[in-house]
């Protein structure tokens, strides 16, 4: 079988290394499932002359048994020796750090890049060092990069919005610059439309789907697709799982609450995104209004604490 997740970062990475122990997938895959991520890639960043690309990196990381588990990105056993040179060089950032390990995926990216490869390529070439038993595309090649507009009149890159000011600054719009003359990534389109199920993690709605779903093309064929299209609310009982997606969601006037959220991405028998929507039991309120909307909602455990609880999300997920 076949199974596409829309993913942003750390939120998708636990929940597709649950798919995969569910699959029983992995490295020693058996080939008769696969898994093919469609990663959020407007995170995305130029930083002192390096392409940093978050959640590929956290994806690719975490699949690869390489993450820092605690933090939620980066590598595992990191150091910072490099990023004390920078700041002492006066070209570090002081709310954003690039390990030792970290930054040699971001020389072999940049250097790859700089050969005229594209993103999707350099992707696979990365990965191929980890076997991580899915593959990893992201969304385009081309580079878009969400800007936070804030009420006070700044412009700002997501990352300095998301880290610098952990989204405390009230954000007026986010705009995907460059999604306008931006395609799909080779692969993507098809990938969706070829698949026998499609999830969009539980991540940001605005910021990492959203972001995925603005590139021309992707939302399309989701709707075409014939396989069932599942989403996982990113919501547990009012708060944001991780990160801040109740910020975003606010700039977008969707309610921070579960049901919202499935209703913000619509049933697709109505034009929307989804067939399913998976809500916590917490949240169970929310389904008859789910339903009522064409949305074959469920409510099951979405706290992945661990392996155990994300397999069994991965396994609610492949019922619903
Ligand atoms: N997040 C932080 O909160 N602080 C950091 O210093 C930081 C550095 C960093 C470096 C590389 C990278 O790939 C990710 C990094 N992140 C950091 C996380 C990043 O902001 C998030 O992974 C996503 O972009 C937000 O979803």
């Known amino acids: 079988m076949r199974t596409v997740v829309i993913t942003g970062g750390v939120g998708g990475a636990r929940f597709i290394r649950g798919l995969q122990s569910h699959l029983g997938e992995g490295p020693i895959a058996g080939g008769a ?13 130029w930083m002192n002359g390096l392409r940093i690309t978050p959640d590929l990196d956290s994806i690719m990381y975490a699949l690869a048994g390489a993450n820092d588990e605690e933090r939620g990105w980066g590598r595992r056993g990191e150091t910072e020796r490099v990023s004390a040179e920078l700041v002492a060089y006066g070209l570090g950032h002081s709310w954003f750090t690039l390990g030792d390990l970290d930054l040699g995926t971001h020389i072999a990216r940049t250097d790859l890049l700089r050969q005229g490869i594209p993103l999707s390529d350099v992707v696979a070439r990365l990965c191929a060092r980890w ?8 969304a385009t090649d081309s ?4 800007h936070v507009h804030t009420t006070d ?5 997501f ?21 306008d003359v931006a395609t799909p990534a080779p ?36 709707r075409e697709t014939s396989a069932r299209v599942v989403g996982i609310s990113p919501i547990i009982g009012g708060r944001a799982v991780r990160g801040m997606a109740d910020a975003c969601l606010a700039t977008i006037g969707v309610a921070a609450e579960a ?47 661990d392996l155990e609880l994300s397999c069994q999300l991965a396994a609610d997920a492949l019922r619903a």
């Open 187 to 222: 692969g993507v389109a098809q990938a969706i439309r070829e698949a026998d199920r499609v999830i969009l993690a539980p991540s940001n709605p605005v910021v990492s789907v959203g972001a995925v779903l603005a590139i021309d093309g992707i939302a399309q064929a989701l």
């Open 259 to 305: 049901g919202s959220v499935g209703l913000h991405y619509g049933a697709r028998l109505a034009g929307g995104l989804i067939d399913a929507w998976l809500i916590d039991t917490v949240d169970a309120s929310a389904l008859p209004e789910l339903q009522r909307a064409g949305i074959a909602a469920s409510a099951v455990p979405l706290w992945m604490t």
């Open 153 to 157: 009149g700044e412009v700002l890159h």
């Open 131 to 138: 076997g991580l038993g899915a593959r990893l595309l992201p």
């Open 33 to 45: 499932e696969q898994i093919t991520a469609i990663v959020n890639v407007a995170d995305d960043m």
């Open 159 to 179: 990352q300095e919005w998301w880290v610098r000011y952990r989204a405390t600054r009230p954000a007026e719009r986010f705009e995907y610059r460059g999604s």
């Open 143 to 146: 580079e878009v990069e969400t």
